[in-house]
């Protein structure tokens, strides 16, 4: 082996050759238990960032630790068409390169640009998932525009329909007017915006006036614009200032429009005026009033949020309506809607009705795509009805068939399921998954897998023009039947009866509306078991938390603190990674403060870790549901634990290669002579696999890297090898043969219980290893996991090796109390209590030798003993006589020292404490983190004080 550890020389190489040797596959036997995890599909368009690394490295780890135990295994891979990110990249694309549209090109056209794109540049995600050493079966790889993926989203979309459970109808959407399309509540953005709050005074119709005698009621509003759609003006019916006025009317400014005054809870009493204006057509909880008082939607936009030449005015079922009139003032017209804001707030101040402008903070939502806000739009969409689908869904978590990982995710699954509402899954995109349905002349609607089958079922005569859709299905429509399409559905293959339902699905919280549960709710609808029973899509539902900064802050470009995984695995240098974040920054000022943090935080840059390291960090700060702070430091420290695994096998390696390991010796009499190190580490390790088992059935990644932590670094490297050196250097031959069949046996097994969290370091080393262990195969992944073994398990072993390291951490404390040498050889006294004298006796090259010691003495109970410096084991006292081992002068000159800095110390803090003006002025945690200062010192001081009167009895 290597000096160093040098992942960057082995990683890509192994990986390839575990790919092309088929490893990552199923092994295809049904006798055996099948596991498989359906991939979150990332987008086509996407790269690697921290949240896919953490999930990854989960999946990747429970994928591995169940192929070790013989499972056929199934890490299903694929990616998702990401509808409105696909098309604006290929957009920007060609208005680049080509000063063109997609409206150039044509809808047909356009679309084989994008496959064209996605041949060329679509695979970024899935390279860098490599880079990961994910173990996902790349042969089946799957896209969500795939063939037999569009097969089975039209045979979904058509059943559905059959079912009543698609329909086509007019409601208010998310609308994004750059991109002119509808997108969903997770693609809107709220930013907080300094706005204003406008104040009008609407006119009472028919000569009413007010409790007050006024005759107009103030409303407030943030969005004059869109009073030009109102329909109603709203009060609460327990406002004792406008009750009387219920039932009455407004004549609505500008447009000369008779509207109600209706009572309705929506109206807050403690708000503003109480008074609120109704525009159904542009409010979402507008559009819950209008519905329960029946009142007209009237939409005064265009799809580019321009006021329209003529409005359209719809009843609350969305039927056209002649209730008011379509004219829209002339000089609105064409206006942009901030532009109509302006000009619409000048004309009611002309005409004296506005009676206030107050400065208001307020949320927008902005499309996260688009980046203008969104604007809620009146329009002709495709809904799912989601309620019959979500009655079953609910059921399978409250029955426990599906079950979440941490369990409080629950509660979010069923606030939503409970108050779920009809799913909006059109969109006005070109890239996507066509709607399966076409139109006549007439407008009337026909749906079927293709135009033959339409004209077939309906009965249509070949004459009758029919044209499809132009709308394309909301990537969650496809992505939702992703358990059952992948595996063959709708026809019913081996795959799909061997691996569905899968095992686990390992998200992120924020999409357990949008992705999991409509996982659920499809899947169940459309799959059964032998007896007609609902399948569920996966088991359980392992839900982690964010990746954030350093400082707690949400990883963000506009930020510009995101990091990239690849370049923890890589490293990067300073320059590279300012320009990486400051690269496409369009605002000077922020791109000066995000590279000045930049150079701040990273000094000189990003050294190179490797995956291992940066896989282990990950499991090691995965507390279940919790999100994350990155730590560098810890990532630093990971990088050592692999440097440390390495050494430490280097050693192993050297002390048992083209040596007689014992390995063929089991049964021959008196050959192996197991030392108590041998007996301890074994027993320690059937804990440790217990340990971490048992973490990785619970989903408990942090314990089960702690597990291999302590265990790796602190039994095996600190401890056990250090005291393998006395036998292996002075032992016997068969006490030699016995430690070097341990040192083989042990690291071999702790490679394979490491290897799903740290695959290319265990790979490597135990290529080296597996031989000596006399264990065959081609690749620690298809090697059996590690199961405790009882006959290995030695209680008397542990207690008496952690006596043992207890005696001589003793020693070891006590030379640097005594500032003795490491070196220097020592006599010490041992007045032992229980079981301890046995222990030292059987033990006592292990003490002398670890411990740097020449001789041990016993004392009985009674028996004097000089003047010594004492330690306790438990009820044991290990005594170190003091005469002869140090300059008497010299030390109680070096303890004056101390005591002096001490005492000043202590004087400057008790000054500090006893300053009432510090006290009263400074936080308290200020203060507390002082008066621990003082507490410590003050520990010190009798410690030397009592060192002192010690020596100074010599």
């Not at 079922?317 to 003032?329: F, M, N, T």
């Not at 927008?364 to 495709?382: A, N, S």
């Not at 073994?789 to 005594?818: C, G, H, P, Q």
Request: charged share 25%.
């Amino acid at each position: 082996m290597e000096k160093t550890f040098n992942p960057t020389a082995i990683e890509q190489a192994m990986y390839q050759q575990w790919e092309n040797k088929g490893y990552f596959k199923p092994h295809g036997d049904t006798s055996k238990p099948a596991y498989s995890i359906m991939i979150p599909p990332p987008n086509v368009t996407g790269s690697l960032h921290m949240g896919h690394a953490f999930q990854d490295t989960i999946m990747d780890t429970l994928i591995r630790y169940q192929r070790m135990q013989g499972k056929n295994t199934l890490w299903q891979v694929g990616t998702d068409h990401a509808g409105i990110a696909t098309q604006m990249v290929v957009e920007r694309k060609i208005a680049a390169e080509e000063d063109k549209t997609r409206h150039d090109y044509g809808r047909e056209a356009f679309i084989d640009k994008i496959w064209d794109w996605k041949k060329e540049s679509g695979g970024t995600i899935t390279q860098q998932l490599r880079r990961l050493g994910t173990s996902v079966d790349w042969e089946r790889e799957r896209f969500t525009m795939d063939e037999g993926l569009s097969n089975a989203v039209k045979e979904v979309f058509v059943q559905l329909y059959q079912e009543d459970l698609i329909y086509r109808g007019k409601r208010l959407v998310n609308w994004d007017p750059k991109l002119n399309t509808a997108i969903s509540d997770l693609e809107v953005e709220n930013r907080d915006v300094n706005g204003h709050m406008w104040h009008f005074r609407y006119p009472l119709a028919d000569g009413v006036t007010t409790s007050e005698g006024k005759n107009y009621l103030v409303v407030a509003t943030t969005r004059p614009e869109t009073m030009l759609g109102d329909t109603a003006v709203a009060v609460n019916p327990n406002d004792p200032r406008y009750q009387s006025l219920i039932g009455k009317f407004i004549d609505l400014p500008l447009v000369a429009r008779r509207i109600p005054i209706v009572g309705d809870e929506h109206a807050d009493m403690e708000k503003g005026t109480g008074c609120v204006k109704i525009t159904p057509a542009h409010d979402f909880n507008d559009a819950e009033v209008g519905k329960r008082h029946q009142l007209p939607l009237i939409n005064i936009l265009t799809l580019d949020a321009h006021v329209r030449e003529q409005a359209e005015v719809f009843t609350t079922k969305g039927e056209v309506s002649d209730i008011y009139s379509d004219a829209l003032p002339a000089e609105f017209q064409g206006l942009e809607r901030y532009a109509a804001r302006k000009a619409i707030v000048a004309a009611l101040d002309k005409l004296g009705l506005l009676d206030s402008v107050k400065d208001h903070d307020l949320v927008v939502p902005y499309g996260d795509r688009g980046g203008v806000p969104i604007e809620p739009m009146l329009t002709d969409q495709w809904y799912v009805r989601a309620a019959p689908l979500a009655e079953v869904a609910t059921k399978a978590v409250e029955d426990g068939e599906i079950e979440f990982v941490p369990k409080q995710y629950e509660n979010m699954y069923f606030s939503w399921m409970r108050d779920v509402q009809d799913w909006c899954i059109s969109r006005q995109l070109w890239w996507g998954h066509r709607i399966p349905a076409w139109y006549d002349s007439e407008g009337k609607v026909y749906v079927g897998r293709d135009e033959a089958e339409v004209r077939a079922n309906y009965q249509l005569a070949s004459d009758v023009v029919l044209n499809q859709d132009e709308d394309v299905l909301d990537t969650w429509f496809s992505s939702a039947l992703w358990t059952f399409s992948t595996q063959g559905w709708p026809e019913k293959t081996p795959d799909l009866a061997t691996f569905h339902p899968s095992s686990v699905l390992v998200t992120g919280f924020d999409i357990i509306f949008f992705w999991v549960a409509r996982m659920i709710m499809m899947t169940m609808h459309f799959i059964k078991d032998e007896n007609g029973k609902p399948q569920v899509p996966f088991k359980t539902v392992y839900v982690t938390g964010l990746i954030r900064d350093e400082n707690g802050d949400k990883m963000s470009k506009s930020k510009g603190n995101v990091l990239d995984p690849l370049d923890m695995i890589d490293g990067i240098d300073l320059e590279s990674l300012v320009t990486k974040r400051t690269g496409n920054m369009m605002q000077p000022q922020l791109a000066a403060k995000i590279e000045k943090d930049t150079r701040s935080t990273f000094a000189e840059g990003i050294e190179a870790h490797g995956t291992d390291a940066l896989r282990f960090t990950l499991a090691a700060m995965a507390s279940t549901g919790r999100d994350i702070n990155w730590d560098m430091r810890r990532l630093d420290g990971y990088r050592s634990f692999c440097n440390k695994l390495w050494n430490a096998s280097r050693y192993v390696l050297m002390s048992t290669e083209e040596q007689d390991c014992g390995t063929h010796s089991e049964g021959k009499s008196g050959e192996l002579s197991y030392s108590l190190a041998d007996r301890w580490i074994q027993a320690q390790l059937q804990v440790t696999i217990t340990e971490v088992r048992e973490a990785l059935d619970n989903y408990r990644f942090d314990r089960a890297a702690n597990a291999l932590y302590e265990f790796i670094w602190h039994q095996f490297c600190d401890w056990y090898l250090e005291l393998t050196k006395p036998v292996l250097w002075h032992g016997s031959e068969s006490e030699q043969r016995a430690t070097r069949k341990t040192l083989i046996e042990v690291l071999e097994t702790l490679l394979r219980l490491a290897h799903p969290i740290m695959p290319y370091i265990t790979e490597e080393i135990w290529q080296r290893v597996a031989p000596l262990a006399n264990r065959g195969g081609d690749s620690i992944m298809l090697a059996a996991y590690p199961q405790a073994d009882a006959s290995l398990e030695d209680a008397d072993a542990m207690a008496d090796l952690e006596w043992v390291k207890r005696f001589i951490v003793s020693i070891r404390n006590l030379r640097t109390e005594m500032n003795l040498a490491p070196s220097k050889a020592l006599s010490v006294l041992l007045r032992p209590a229980g079981d301890d004298a046995r222990r030292a006796h059987e033990n006592e090259a292990f003490l002398k030798a670890m411990a740097k010691l020449d001789a041990i003495t016993h004392l009985s109970s009674d028996e004097a003993a000089p003047t010594s410096t004492k330690q306790l084991i438990g009820e044991t006292e290990l005594l170190l006589p003091m005469a002869g081992l140090i300059d008497k002068e010299a030390e109680l000159a070096r303890l004056q020292k101390e005591l002096d800095k001490t005492h000043s110390e202590i004087k400057r803090l008790e000054g500090k404490l006893n300053n009432a003006g510090f006290v009263a002025k400074a936080p308290a945690a200020v203060v507390a983190i002082e008066q621990g200062k003082l507490e410590d010192y003050k520990a010190v001081l009798a410690k030397l004080v009592a060192q002192q009167e010690q020596i100074a009895s010599l």
